[in-house]
């Protein structure tokens, strides 16, 4: 049986299953809260072909501190692991 984790999370099933696969309590709340996560199908512009601009925007986006002191391949690195 699914837990109850109050209204802070949309989709425990989603969510319960995101962290089983090993999803940081954060990565999967923001996942199970998002009405479409599979909205792009894995069209997304990979994160090397983005400006380090437009990286710090997805970082602001998803909370990562001290993403402008970053260089770019430690910011690719932090996003694909946040």
């Known amino acids: 049986m699914t837990?109850?984790?109050g209204n802070q999370?949309?989709?425990?099933?989603?969510?319960?299953?995101?962290r089983d696969e090993g999803m940081s309590k954060e990565k999967a709340a923001r996942i199970?809260?998002?009405?479409?996560?599979?909205?792009?199908?894995?069209?997304?512009e990979p994160y090397e072909d983005r400006t380090k601009e437009e990286?710090?925007?997805k970082a602001k986006e998803i909370g990562i501190e001290g993403y402008s002191d970053m260089k770019k391949d430690e910011l690719i690195k932090k996003l694909r692991n946040h």
């Open 55 to 57: 990286l710090n925007e």
């Open 9 to 18: 999370i949309k989709d425990d099933e989603k969510y319960e299953e995101l």
């Open 3 to 5: 837990k109850n984790h």
């Open 32 to 44: 199970a809260n998002t009405d479409n996560p599979g909205k792009k199908g894995g069209k997304a």
